[in-house]
């Protein structure tokens, strides 16, 4: 089993390559959006706590996030492992999740964080606009701040997981297949590793 925490600023290819990671190593794909649209969607106890936040401006609170992602973890008993994907954002979530693998019998593997500096990122989103019709992915002030924010987000998460020496930072400029190739060959040493100390 290995599971994988997988970073990226907007524009950087995440879902691209998450889609990618799922696909050769059969692992199940975690987002957190996706886990409040499918608990809210389906008017479960965690999913009526999370509305009730979220309909007043609020945070949600990490324990019900936590809490959605134990169901869709235990949902899965035969999976080969995790991609969690833009989780956790802060170091009490990471805490938590760390928390959550333990009791499952299983950990964080490793952190992969996509690198792609600010220009690229601002190209790549403005471009995208031209087809999205986001008026959001046209206003360069509105995607630094987006940048901004996910730098201050995950860089406490990255230096978390680094102490632990499992964060990695893996170049995010050049083809689809090119930066896969970099990620495959990231995740087939860790994977090695990890085999060779549980035996």
Known sequence: MINLILFGPPGSGKGTQ?????????????????????????????????????????????????????????????????????????????????????????????????????HEIIKRIKLRGQTSGRSDDMDEKVIQNRIDVYKNETTPVFDFYAHLGKSHRVEGIGSVPEIFDRLCHLIDAIDQRSALRIH
């Open 18 to 118: 998450a889609a990618l990671l799922v696909e050769r190593y059969q692992l199940v794909h975690i987002s957190t959006g996706d886990l409040f649209r499918n608990e809210i969607g389906n008017n479960t106890p965690l999913g009526l706590q999370a509305k009730a936040y979220m309909s007043k401006g609020e945070l949600v609170p990490d324990a019900i996030t936590i809490g959605m992602l134990r169901n869709k973890v235990e949902t899965h008993p035969e999976a080969r492992g995790f991609i969690f994907d833009g989780f956790p954002r802060t170091i009490a979530q990471a805490e938590a999740l760390n928390q959550l693998l333990e009791e499952e019998g299983t950990q964080v593997h490793a952190l992969l964080a996509l690198q792609v500096d600010d």
